[in-house]
Nanobody, 114 residues
Framework: QVQLVESGGGLVRAGGSLRLSCAAS????????MGWYRQAPGKQRELIGAADSVKGRFTISRDNAKNTVYLQMNSLKLEDTAVYYC?????????????????WGQGTQVTVSS
């Protein structure tokens, strides 16, 4: 009933910028929370909003009218290379009833090169 679709990943040189988007669609009643995670090879999935390593460089914003969350990444470093996932806690219509669930995007690869 609900889908998250990410876009905007790719290859960028160190010091460059990228903006990721994640749009939610479906029988949405309310988006309770949206955020971003990343997972580098051999590492655990990391909540970006809580990561000291991205403070001052990454910004998360949301357009409620479009059910979309953005991740603006500036001053990218080699260690930012990872698969980036959006996550949302959504209340949706399930028939005539409301239900809620956690959803993940498909993941988008961000590769930072030297």
């Amino acid at each position: 009933q609900v889908q998250l679709v990410e876009s905007g990943g790719g290859l960028v040189r160190a010091g460059g910028s990228l903006r990721l988007s994640c749009a939610a669609s479906g029988s949405i009643f309310k988006i309770n929370a949206m955020g971003w995670y990343r997972q580098a090879p051999g590492k655990q999935r990391e909540l970006i909003g809580a990561a000291d390593s991205v403070k001052g460089r990454f910004t998360i914003s949301r357009d409620n009218a479009k059910n979309t969350v953005y991740l603006q990444m500036n001053s990218l470093k080699l260690e930012d290379t990872a698969v980036y996932y959006c996550n949302a806690r959504i209340t949706y219509w399930n028939g005539g009833d409301l239900d809620a669930g956690d959803y993940w995007g498909q993941g988008t690869q961000v590769t930072v090169s030297s």
